[in-house]
């Protein structure tokens, strides 16, 4: 099985080396963290575009794995920093678990 959290680390190591992870001030941390979730939101986005717009299920998937860099990436990145310290494997496997044992549909009405 593959560690999320290695994972996480490795891809965020990526986009540091990148220049995606400018030094931040303490000020500025939170700001940074809101437009990575904006980052996020695009990709998406994007996800519903090539669907939308029938680009094929590689472009689907690609997109996909964009959420899932850009998620994992992150969650390093706050980790690094302190804004978190759980290991997103366990609590990722711990809330699968919780949602096993919800009922149907669990209060979604449509």
């Known amino acids: 099985m593959i ?34 979730l904006a980052m996020v939101h ?4 994007e ?16 997109e996909f794995a964009d959420i899932l860099i850009r998620v994992l990436d992150l969650y390093a990145g706050m980790f690094r920093d302190g804004a978190v310290t759980d290991s997103l494997q366990a609590v990722l496997l711990a809330k699968a678990h919780t949602n096993t044992q919800r009922p149907k549909m669990h209060g979604v009405l449509a």
Not at 52 to 59: F, S
Request: net charge negative.
């Open 42 to 45: 695009s990709e998406v986005s």
């Open 3 to 36: 560690d999320l959290d290695e994972l996480a680390f490795d891809l965020h190591a990526n986009a540091v080396n990148k220049g995606f992870w400018e030094p931040n001030t303490e000020d500025n941390h939170i700001v940074f963290y809101l437009k990575q």
């Open 47 to 62: 996800v519903l575009e090539a669907i939308r717009k029938e680009k094929g299920q590689d472009k689907v998937v690609e």
